[in-house]
């Protein structure tokens, strides 16, 4: 969080420019990269626990429940403030204000608006926390556990060179997701 506050710090104040420290400073968003980790070995955990070690099998419900209560209420709020309050969003049409209110903002071409462009991350985290228990489901099934990280690099692959193929209109954050993936 501290890394994440001080790159952002940095390039509100500038301090990016300074010789040598700037560059630095600037690079510190590395630290969404290392929670995206850190989020996708806990998360996983169980599942592993539960394919290797007869641990009881996590539920879906109660991990989604859980995921949504802890992001979505305080978020929908913030949507809400800066869609309505902030000059530079007011105005935004019916689907810049969905895929806000949903979470799909990255997904979605020209909806990062001035004061949400931060909450990519939050859509980023959010597809993850869909796709986990899918994955984890595969995982029980596949004979050989070696498919589930290669289907996910193919799939990263996929949506890099789809981000590519598409072009204009298609947030540059979007092809963060690929990454993200790989590194959960």
Known sequence: ALGV???HVAFQTRAVQLPVIGP???RLDLAVALFFALSGFLLWRSWVSHAHDDAPRPSVRRYLRHRVVRI???YVVVVIVVLTLLPEAKGADLTVWLANLTLTQ???PDSLVEGLT???S???E???YLVLPLLGLWLLRARRAWIVPAAMVALSVGWLLLGVAVGAGIDSQTNVTPYVLLIC
Do not use: E, N, R
Request: glycine share 4%.
């Open 72 to 74: 979505w209420p305080a």
């Open 118 to 120: 931060h909450a990519w």
């Open 106 to 108: 990255v997904f979605v």
């Open 5 to 7: 506050l001080t790159t």
């Open 24 to 26: 630095v400073l600037g």
């Open 126 to 128: 959010m597809s993850f």
């Open 122 to 124: 939050l859509s980023v």
